[in-house]
């Protein structure tokens, strides 16, 4: 059974920084994809940014780029999240997703999610 368990959101004022973690467990996560996507009220569910488990590929979404850092330490198996100059429109659910197939494709196993709010 694959788990994903993410941590570290909550409330920031605009400018501010959280750094969310994802500590996956169950499976051997060498050859897998890892990514965090946000989804805010009302709207679908976004890439933020993904990374290959075992290898230099990385993906950032543009309204993210230079204020988001993704990084991974596979001796813990986990994901991290470091987010700097955050926006209110940052505000949203957090997920922490997996995948065997590729850096932006085929995510199949999903956190249960952290709540981050920014205010302005």
């Known amino acids: 059974q694959v788990q994903l368990v993410e941590s570290g959101g909550g409330l920031a004022q605009a400018g501010g920084s959280l750094r969310l973690s994802c500590a996956a467990s169950?499976?051997?996560?060498?050859?897998?994809?890892m990514g965090w996507f946000r989804q805010a009220p009302g709207k679908g569910r976004d890439f933020v940014a993904t990374?290959?488990?075992?290898?230099?590929?990385?993906y950032v979404e543009g309204s993210v780029k230079g204020r988001f850092t993704i990084s991974r330490d596979n001796a813990k198996n986990t994901l991290y999240l470091q987010m700097n100059n955050l926006k209110p429109e940052d505000t949203a659910v957090y997920y922490c997703?997996?995948?065997?197939?590729?850096?932006?494709?085929?995510?199949?196993?999903w956190g249960q999610g952290t709540q981050v709010t920014v205010s302005s």
């Open positions: 997703a997996a995948s065997v197939r590729g850096l932006r494709t085929g995510y199949a196993y």
């Open positions: 169950g499976r051997t996560f060498n050859s897998w994809y």
């Open positions: 990374i290959s488990w075992s290898g230099p590929e990385i």
